[in-house]
């Protein structure tokens, strides 16, 4: 069964960065579609991104285009969100989740992944 493990969050101030990361076990990543979700308190779990078991094809949602970058490291069975200039709207759990597709098909959806990690907190306050 594949495994997925968040880690790298933390407090930041805004326009800070950090870099989250998600690390599989179990099976190898390279054959998962992999993307990013996010929770903050009270509202439900948003798309953030989603990379191409290749990582040739990535999506952003509209509200962390050109400030957060998802990459994959298939070697590595990992895959990364760097993200910068953060803001306090950026709080909340960060998720991983795979589904066992090349592409990231439907992958605003929560249904559309198969395996989930546990989360990793990102808190952006002064």
């Known amino acids: 069964q594949l495994q997925l493990v968040e880690s790298g969050g933390g407090l930041v101030q805004p326009g800070g960065s950090l870099r989250l990361s998600c690390a599989a076990s179990g099976y190898t990543l390279a054959g998962y579609a992999t993307g990013w979700f996010r929770q903050a308190p009270g509202k439900e779990r948003e798309g953030v991104s989603c990379i191409s078991s290749s990582g040739g094809s990535t999506n952003y949602a509209d509200s962390v285009k050109g400030r957060f970058t998802i990459s994959r490291d298939n070697a590595k069975n990992t895959v990364y969100l760097q993200m910068n200039s953060l803001k306090p709207e950026d709080t909340a759990v960060y998720y991983c989740?795979?589904?066992?597709?090349?592409?990231?098909?439907?992958?605003?959806?929560?249904?559309?992944?198969?395996?989930w990690g546990q989360g990793t907190q990102v808190f952006v306050s002064s």
């Open positions: 989740a795979a589904m066992y597709r090349s592409n990231c098909i439907r992958w605003g959806s929560r249904s559309s992944f198969d395996s």
